[in-house]
């Protein structure tokens, strides 16, 4: 029986294995974490909207069904690609097709202050790491009796104009605004600042420009303070740099400016392309081993004179591609090359209101935001998962209260010693 061993099961790596499953191959997952996480909602993990089970999904319980696909726990740290070996930590795989799908990391873009002082979201670990630190600050502020330092304490730094850097700055925004004054009425309602810095002159710069101006004005409506063209360089526990020599006093830095591949890029002996990416042939395989297939974040593919993009979506086509291009070849059934079908991009920034495109036509405010709502219940994996997520998202909407206000990081409450 043929092998096939999949990398990474993030939204890519998973389709892969759904398209293969129960056809006749033997599939081997490996992931170095047990679960499935849905990356689009970690900022809300982050702003105590979600618990951190309901965005993730263990990788068993989702592939016990799937006849031939079994999954094991593992870190891959290498391959070689002519003995058609894979090595995992203290063991070695023998693979007949081999599908990387190991996604990326953030990308601090070689500052190393930044690196060190700034939170990102990539793991769940972060989204729940980032949650402390917020309702770790207005613990603080609330004892803090100097107001330059109960200032800086409330100032949140998010760098990155792109979805996540939207989103979360909405999200933090409301729960200032909309929960956290009133369970700090010590603090006052404009105390806490939030700024959001890009360094283009634009925010999501993947849609379009009417709809970028009505994400910069519903922002700035909710109180955020966006600044265009600006671009932080450094970062102190308790204050941002900015590259034009300015400081900001803040003890919370977000960094959302980049992404580059998964470290095992760089133990692969693979070209690399902008970003660290891996270039792929248009049947999503490796130039000289067409039974390796890259997909997702981890691969480059330009498609009419542009990059893919890296996102859900494209992942998502990809490993489906790469299923069937397998279940194809092992059939000896031709397959045409790969191509991306784009239905569009979304953001959401607050309550009732989001930006999208799809299929080429625009929607804000409402609309574009119940659309946004039924895509991620639709694409979030398991009937659980949905069920709870609906139902924060409709106590939220109606009662205005975000429950996972938990600070479960230790020593906020200071220390006896
Ligand atoms: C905060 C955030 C918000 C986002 N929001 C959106 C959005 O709104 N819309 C959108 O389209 N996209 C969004 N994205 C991007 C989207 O999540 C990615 O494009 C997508 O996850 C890429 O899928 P992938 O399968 O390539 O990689 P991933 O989904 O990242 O999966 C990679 C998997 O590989 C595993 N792995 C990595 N290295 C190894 C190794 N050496 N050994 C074993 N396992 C390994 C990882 O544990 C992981 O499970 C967002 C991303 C982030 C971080």
Not at 20 to 47: C, I, S, W
Not at 66 to 93: H, M, N, Q, T, Y
Not at 344 to 351: D, E, L
């Amino acid at each position: 029986m043929k092998r096939v061993v999949i990398v990474g099961v993030g939204f890519a790596g998973l389709r892969a294995a759904r398209a293969l499953a129960g056809k006749g191959m033997e599939v081997l997952l490996f992931d170095r974490q047990n679960y499935h996480l849905f990356q689009p909602l970690l900022y809300q993990v982050a702003t105590a909207s979600l618990e951190q089970e309901s965005i993730a999904y263990p990788i068993r319980a989702l592939v016990r069904r799937w006849e031939g696909v079994s999954f094991r726990l593992a870190e891959v740290c290498g391959a070689d690609f002519c003995k058609r070996r894979l090595f995992i930590a203290g063991d070695v795989i023998d693979y007949d097709y081999l599908v990387l799908a190991a996604g990326s990391v953030t990308n601090f873009f070689g500052m190393e202050s930044i690196e060190r002082h700034a939170y990102d979201l990539k793991k769940l670990d972060h989204a729940v790491e980032l949650r402390n630190q917020v309702l770790g600050s207005f613990e603080r502020a609330a004892r803090e009796r100097d107001p330059v330092r109960r200032r800086a304490l409330l100032t949140f730094v998010i760098v990155g104009g792109g979805p996540t850097g939207v989103e979360f700055a909405g999200a933090l925004a409301e729960l200032a605004r909309f929960v956290l004054t009133k369970d700090y009425p010590e603090l006052g309602v404009t105390e806490p600042r939030i700024l959001l810095v890009e360094a283009t002159d634009r925010l999501l710069a993947a849609l379009p420009v009417e709809l970028q101006r009505y994400a910069l004005e519903k922002l700035k409506r909710m109180g955020v303070e966006v600044l265009l063209s600006t671009r932080v360089s450094g970062a102190e526990p308790e204050r941002v740099h900015l590259q034009d020599g300015s400081q900001i006093p803040a003890h919370t830095l977000f960094w959302s400016a980049g992404v580059c591949v998964a470290p095992l890029a760089d133990v692969l002996a693979v070209p690399r392309a902008p970003g660290g990416r891996v270039p792929v042939e248009p049947d999503l395989t490796l130039a000289e081993h067409p039974e390796v297939f890259v997909v997702g974040d981890l691969a480059y593919l330009a498609q009419d004179g542009a990059a893919l993009p890296m996102v859900a979506s494209v992942a998502m086509q990809q490993g489906d591609y790469a299923g069937r291009a397998i279940l194809a070849r092992y059939l000896g059934k031709p397959l045409p090359p790969f191509r991306y079908r784009d239905k569009g991009a979304m953001a959401t920034i607050g309550r009732s209101a989001a930006v999208a495109t799809v299929y080429g036509r625009n929607f804000s405010g409402y609309l574009a935001w119940i659309v946004w709502l039924g895509l991620h219940l639709y694409y979030l994996i398991g009937f659980r998962n949905r069920l709870l997520v609906l139902l924060n998202w409709a106590y939220y909407y109606i009662l205005y209260e975000r429950q996972v206000r938990l600070i479960t990081r230790e020593g906020e409450g200071g220390s006896c010693q």
